[in-house]
């Protein structure tokens, strides 16, 4: 990844990293979080759990180091933004991750009946993150404090016929414009010589 990227994500700038479920998202971004502490021991990184998954024993294996990453765990996609940017002026942090966009729920969508429309609530609030996220931007640089972020999407099917890509990325376009790195991640699956072996005789006994 560092050799495609010509060195790694790029510092004081946004990176979006997405794809479907169990395509190493998190992963990417913990070995992200990682490397950054490395190189900037002095500095903080933010971890902002919105989905309640996150494990500091697989952390910690990756690389992190616990003791200087600081994990919030909002209920709604309001208290994430309202935590994540005072951080953002804080001389000690270099690096938030938002894990992850479409787990930002919108405290209207939460509070309200599954029967009530809430369509456009995630790109509106997305909207407001982004927005405070380059004011923040332009007040940190003018003290020479660059802040890095780190967000992960997912991708969603769109519903009912659809022409061209069926795959959709929630938290609406403004979202997509704040990032300068966009790296899509897709699963793999590697299998043995046993597998395949064994893959080979169940195909020949079909």
């Known amino acids: 990844l560092d050799m495609a990227l010509c060195g790694g994500l790029a510092e004081g700038f946004a990176a979006m990293l997405y794809g ?5 998202k998190t992963f990417v971004a913990l070995c992200g979080a990682a490397g950054y502490q490395r190189k900037h021991p002095d500095k903080f990184v933010i971890f902002c759990d919105s989905e309640k998954l996150y494990d500091p024993t697989w952390a910690e294996r990756v690389g992190v180091d616990l003791e200087r990453m600081l994990v919030i765990t909002p209920d709604t996609g309001e208290q994430a933004i309202d935590a994540l940017i005072p951080l953002l002026g804080e001389l000690d942090v270099g690096l938030v991750i938002l894990d992850s966009v479409p787990a930002c729920v919108p405290k209207s969508m939460a509070e309200r009946s599954a029967e009530d429309k809430t369509m456009g609530a995630l790109a509106a609030l997305m909207g407001i993150l982004c927005s405070k996220i380059v004011v923040s931007w332009g007040e940190e ?3 020479g404090h660059f802040v890095s972020v780190i967000l992960l999407n997912q991708w969603r099917m769109k519903v009912g ?3 061209g890509d069926p795959r959709t990325l929630p938290g609406g376009r403004q979202i997509n414009h704040l990032p300068t790195t966009k790296i899509g991640l897709a699963k793999a699956y590697i299998a043995d010589d046993e597998n395949k072996e064994a893959g080979k005789k169940k195909k020949s006994k079909s």
């Open 161 to 163: 016929f659809v022409l």
């Open 20 to 24: 479907f479920e169990s395509s190493a």
């Open 141 to 143: 640089r003018r003290r």
